[in-house]
């Protein structure tokens, strides 16, 4: 298993190191930020004038903001001005063919089960004309387009639908809302857009993986859903694939818009670089993820697997503030070697009898720390509102800290909040009773805790889950011995 | 089959084994008898290959090949198989799963191709039918839930369906009702055949009218006392524990 371990950070190391060759025919802007900049990449996409004063006053609120240090996190200094703030996402493949591709790498795409042509993707293979997916993505296009919806890329939807995007952009984030969602909201570049219209339910899982440049993640992704009426669709943000990217910082921002009796399901698998076993590098990732259940009846929910990035800072959270909306957070944060994560969630209820649900299982491994943050947060006109919060710690040797900070604040005597909350530590016994039974430890602990992290992977649309679950076993590969 | 020479084991510092010797040929029946206390889990364990023992010295030979250095894994596989005194629960493991990756492993061992799904589910009826498993209790999660009794019928039903050439068999039969009890005995005479040999680790002569022995040992303080027939466990039975601590006290 320890083999497997090194592998694994070789496989990611050496990506890291090789994979991005800089493209010359690239479009870069020059390192730092200032207004110009700003003024610069919302002049080279060709942005409407709102687009710009959002950006600007973004910026503007950012330079007086601090960054957050209340998280149970080191992390080192961010040099802001050593940043470049605009890349054309134009990127060409690198390789002719998966020959080229580091074995290693191929070899964690096969343990994950990705098909072939998602390996060439992935890896970044110019993928053969004939066998290419454009087939498929035609016709999900057709599907979707048949039923009105709106899924392309953030640019995209600022150009031909201005009128959605200054409707809604902002509304569940806004763009002073924390550091790093004030930084997203200057510079971001691209991400994705999506849109139901009234009444209509999204026949298929929208996948990022069908966005053309989808595997080329932006490092200031922005994604806007908005559900109207009475639709329904579900979100597939992410991939069970190493993700392995030259920046170092990742502030993505995601908001969710639901309206009347609307249903939004939001599934991500984050599996970004985690740095090596001795903390090397790594992905610190600063997200903000927020839905608003602004409708009577809708519903929220967020579904996430963390696997991967040295830092993790992210609360995805719920603003309920149509009466009877609800809710709901499942996640599965696993560290390894010397990961950091702060996670959880925010329930803010608004509206009236309005119901939330926190699922967090963390599992923590070699040195790493894994710490659990919560809000529950009742207003007093959100009578009758409930909350379920359950949060438990997996704890794979001695070495690795779990924490556990829940904050509750109810406002009305009608509401009832729960918050239960375990820690334990892998069984010795367990990992024997399998190995009794001719299963190895590095299966047993994968068997484990998936068992332990089933009532979220349950929650994960079919296709995701298996993966998901294989990504558990490997991410905790060698960690207990 | 087994061969145990001069064996020492202790824990933490403590010496629990102190110079076991036994000697179980295919198609034998041992059991293995003593207060509490004296070792029987310890050996069981040691055999299994469980960490947190240490061997101090001696020898155990495994179908002539040195059982103590392979992986736990590696001895189920070989075809050692224990049923634990205390089976533990796996939380959201369902047992399907886990028994077919079981099952799965030892055939990947001996070069036998994998069994799908469905033939899984064909054979695993089959075993349950034999050790009268109720079918519900396949559908939660490992010994989840489980009570006292179903949690050894549960060990017996693996056994059954692993096939192992070697079974240790610790207290199966404890807190077990007489029914119970002859289903445990059935699953264990269903198994027995020249090349197959079983140690049975009790602390009731009960069992061993269903099971019969060819040998029975005393372990008492770390080490084995008194061997001999079947009947030894009558003696037991009708003096007592008691006799063997006063014959053995110094
Ligand atoms: N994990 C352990 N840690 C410390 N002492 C142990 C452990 N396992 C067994 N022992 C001690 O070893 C002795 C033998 O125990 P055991 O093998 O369980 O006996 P038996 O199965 O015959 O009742 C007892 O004194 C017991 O307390
Ligand atoms: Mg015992």
């Known amino acids: 298993m320890e083999d497997q371990d090194k592998i694994l950070s070789e496989v990611t190391q050496r990506e890291y190191k090789y994979g991005f060759v800089t493209d010359i025919e690239t479009d870069i802007i020059e390192k730092g930020l200032n207004e110009d900049v700003i003024r610069l990449i919302s002049a080279k996409k060709e942005e409407p004038e709102f687009m710009l004063n959002f950006r600007l006053e973004a910026y503007r609120k950012w330079l007086k903001m601090k960054m957050p240090n209340w998280a149970y996190l080191k992390v080192p200094p961010i040099d802001f001005q050593a940043i470049s703030y605009y890349a054309a996402p134009k990127k060409k493949a690198q390789y002719e063919s998966l020959d080229e591709v580091d074995p290693e790498l191929l070899e964690t795409f096969n343990k994950l089960g990705i098909p072939l042509e998602e390996q060439k993707h992935l890896a970044g293979v110019a993928v053969d004309a004939v066998i290419d997916s454009v087939s498929v993505k035609t016709t999900f296009k057709e599907t979707l387009a048949e039923k009105g919806i709106i899924f392309c890329s953030f640019s995209e939807a600022v ?14 984030v806004p763009v002073a809302d924390n550091y790093f969602a004030a930084l997203n909201s200057a510079v971001f570049s691209d991400g994705s ?27 200031f992704e922005r994604t806007l859903i908005v559900a109207d009426d009475d639709s329904y669709v579900s979100y597939l943000e992410g991939c069970t694939a190493p993700m392995r990217d030259e920046n170092q910082l990742h502030a993505a921002v995601v908001e969710i818009i639901a309206l009347d009796r609307a249903e939004v399901k939001y599934s991500t698998v984050q599996n970004w670089y985690p740095g090596d076993k001795n903390g090397k590098g790594g992905i610190y990732n600063f997200v903000t993820k927020r839905g608003v259940c602004r409708g009577v009846s809708s519903k929220i929910s967020w579904t996430q697997v963390e696997t991967g990035s040295a830092i993790t800072w992210k609360y995805p959270s719920c603003i309920l503030m149509g009466d009877n909306s609800v809710g709901e957070f499942n996640s599965v944060a696993v560290t390894n ?13 608004i509206g009236k009898n309005t119901k939330s649900t926190i699922v967090s299982k963390g599992i923590s491994a070699g040195k790493s720390d894994n710490s659990y943050r919560g809000l529950v947060k009742i207003l007093p006109g959100a009578k009758n509102s409930r909350n379920f919060s359950q949060c438990d710690s997996l704890l794979l040797n001695d070495t690795c800290g779990a924490h556990t900070f829940p904050y509750i604040e109810v406002g009305n005597k009608s509401s009832v909040v729960e918050h239960e909350a375990t820690t334990s530590k892998i069984g010795e016994d367990q990992i024997f009773y399998c190995n009794q039974r001719g299963i190895d430890t590095e299966t047993a602990i994968g068997m484990i805790v998936n068992g332990y992290a089933k009532e979220v992977l349950n929650k994960l649309p079919m296709e995701f889950a298996v993966e998901a679950q294989k990504l558990l076993q490997i991410s905790l590969e060698g960690s207990v011995g | 089959m087994l061969s145990i020479k001069d064996l020492y084991v202790s824990i933490e510092g403590m010496e629990i084994l102190k110079g076991i010797n036994l000697e179980v040929k295919p198609g034998e029946i041992h059991a293995i008898m003593g207060p509490n206390g004296s070792g029987k889990s310890t050996l069981a364990s040691v055999l299994a290959g469980k960490e947190e023992y240490e061997v101090t010295s001696g020898e155990v030979l495994f179908e002539g090949e040195n059982l103590l250095e392979k992986a736990p894994e590696e001895r189920a596989k070989e075809g ?17 799963n886990f028994l077919k990756s079981a099952v799965n492993e030892h055939r990947k061992y001996k070069g036998e191709k994998e069994l799908t799904a469905g033939e899984f589910l064909k054979l695993m009826r089959e075993k349950m039918d034999m050790v009268d498993m109720h079918p519900n209790l396949t559908n939660r999660s490992v010994n989840e839930g489980f009570s006292g009794g179903e949690k050894k019928k549960n060990e017996i039903f693996q056994m059954a369906l692993l096939e192992p050439k070697l079974a240790i068999l610790d207290e199966t039969d404890s807190g077990l009702d007489i029914d119970a009890l002859k289903t445990v005995a ?13 140690i049975v680790v009790t602390h009731y002569q009960r069992l061993l009218d269903y099971i019969v022995p060819d040998y029975v040992h005393i372990l008492y303080k770390g080490k084995i006392v008194k061997t001999a027939g079947k009947e030894l466990a009558l003696e037991l039975e009708e003096k007592g524990y008691d006799w063997i601590k006063t014959e053995n006290a110094n």
């Open chain 1, 337 to 349: 070697n010397h990961q950091q994560a702060d996670t959880g969630s925010k329930m803010i209820h």
């Open chain 2, 80 to 96: 050692l198989f224990l049923s634990f005194q205390y089976p533990v629960e796996i939380p959201g493991v369902p047992m399907v």
């Open chain 1, 159 to 172: 150009k031909e639908h201005p009128e959605l995007v200054k409707k809604y952009l902002g509304q569940a």
């Open chain 1, 193 to 219: 857009f999506c849109y139901i219209p009234k009444g209509v339910r999204c026949p298929m899982e929208l996948s990022t993986y069908f966005r053309i440049n989808a595997a080329n993640t932006g490092q």
């Open chain 2, 186 to 198: 059935n699953g264990v005479n269903a198994l027995r055949s020249p090349e197959r040999s079983a």
